[in-house]
Nanobody
């Protein structure tokens, strides 16, 4: 059973940076596409970014393009979301999610695609 644990959230001022990590246990991430989702209070969950199992395909929500990057280190069983130029509207609980993938240069930001979810980490950006 794949288990995902997020870390790296916190409080940061507008314009600052945070690095979120998604660590896996139980299984290796080599054959899993990983995505980050976020949910702010009173709002629906939205996809932020994803990376396919090989790390050669990435996708970003328009709201974070040019500010966020995603990378993976399969040797360390982790996926990292680097968030720069943070804005108050980025405030949310951030979740990493995974689905089993053996081929294909793709991933999407549709929550129903993902079978495994972490517990989340809170990101708060003050103005």
């Amino acid at each position: 059973q794949l288990q995902l644990v997020e870390s790296g959230g916190g409080l940061v001022q507008s314009g600052g940076s945070l690095r979120l990590s998604c660590a896996a246990s139980g299984l290796t991430l080599n054959n899993y596409a990983i995505a980050w989702f976020r949910q702010a209070p009173g709002k629906e969950r939205e996809g932020v970014s994803c990376i396919n199992y090989r790390g050669d395909w990435r996708n970003f929500a328009d709201a974070v393009k040019g500010r966020f990057t995603i990378s993976r280190d399969n040797a360390k069983n982790t996926v990292t979301l680097q968030m720069n130029s943070l804005k108050p509207e980025d405030t949310a609980a951030y979740y990493c999610a995974a689905f089993l993938q053996y081929s294909g240069s793709w991933c999407n930001l549709i929550g129903g695609t993902y079978s495994y979810w972490g517990q989340g980490t809170q990101v708060t950006v003050s103005s």
